[in-house]
């Protein structure tokens, strides 16, 4: 009988989006035979310790899992270090994780498929990652199918892979440039993932996420993705720390189960990559930005 994967909730300042993640958690089945760990980030300052107060005050309330763990961090510890921490602390105890943030809204059959690819590929060590968001509405796309890119919106790894999560951003740029793997990194040049592994070094951002990419990309471990989301970031609204971009990354749920057959040969999927690369040629040009930027503006939003 399989054991359900622990669900690692990484929660700050945000009652409401927690509040809606935790709901559709509670609508999937597998809820009531999964393990919640919650980690609550501390306030950074005075002005934000109403909000995390107010959502530690919810987190007390949660029921419909198989147990609840909440895990208060004293200070603010940063998405990347509370995610680095919690993940490799339980993938040591479990050795397989569910991981969400708080801005996510998942389908009813999240949970099911993502233990379900947990189980089926535990013994593959080319795949390494499990990401069961899709926001390029690709219709071309198949059900699953592996690529060299891991997304971060609903996810799912094993202890086996996580050993090769190399946080040495420097080493992981020196190795991509080395190996002259910047432009297929970058989806054949039309997105900034090697930009913004450059401005994570220089400490302009704290993204456990893009080093995470590149550690797997290295080492050509795939992830398995779906052609149909079974999570919506719902983060896109300004009330994030790391958020901009409207309605680019939305995703329609799948509300159907999302069946999990082994895929074969384990090699990438090359028309899903393309399928990526027109998705982000199409969303990522200068001029797709500048009418972006000038609906904003004209919506009186004044951000860069």
């Known amino acids: 009988m399989m054991t359900c994967a622990p669900i690692l909730l990484f929660v700050y300042n945000r009652p409401e989006h927690t509040r809606r993640c935790i709901e559709s958690l509670t609508r999937n089945a597998l809820a009531a ?3 919640l760990y919650i980690y609550a980030d501390g306030a950074k300052d005075t002005t934000q310790q109403s909000a995390v107060d107010e959502v530690r005050s919810y987190l007390r309330t949660i029921r419909g899992f198989k147990t609840v763990n909440l895990i208060e961090r004293k200070g603010n ?18 050795g397989k994780v569910i991981v969400l943030e708080d ?32 926001f390029t509405q690709d219709p071309s796309l198949p059900e699953t ?34 190996r002259k793997l910047t432009y297929t990194f970058d989806f054949n040049g039309k997105y900034g993932f090697t930009r913004m592994l450059r401005r994570q070094i220089e400490g302009k951002n704290n993204s456990w996420a893009i080093r995470w990419n590149a550690s797997l990309f290295l080492k050509d471990i795939l992830s398995l993705n779906v052609g149909r989301s079974l999570v919506q970031n719902e983060g896109f609204d300004g009330s994030g720390t790391n958020c901009g971009g409207g309605g680019l990354y939305a995703s329609n749920l799948h509300l159907a189960p ?3 057959q082994k895929i074969s040969p384990i ?18 040009s200068f001029w797709a930005k500048a009418i972006r930027r000038i609906k904003r503006t004209l919506k009186g939003d004044f951000r860069a």
């Open 33 to 35: 035979d999964s393990t």
């Open 77 to 94: 510890w940063g998405l990347a270090r509370n995610i680095i921490d919690g993940v490799t602390t339980q993938l040591n105890r479990y």
């Open 103 to 134: 801005d996510l809204v998942v389908a009813p059959y999240f949970l099911q498929f993502m233990n379900d690819a947990l189980e089926t590929y535990k013994d593959e060590p080319k795949v390494g990652h499990i990401q069961a968001c899709d």
């Open 145 to 178: 199918f592996l690529i060299k890119w891991t997304g971060s919106w609903g996810w799912a790894t094993w202890e086996r892979a996580w050993k090769h999560f190399n946080p040495d951003g420097k080493a992981l740029l020196e190795e991509l440039e080395q």
């Open 258 to 260: 999302l069946p999990v």
């Open 267 to 284: 090699e990438e999927n090359k028309a899903a990559r393309q399928a990526f690369v027109r998705y982000y040629a199409r969303t990522n």
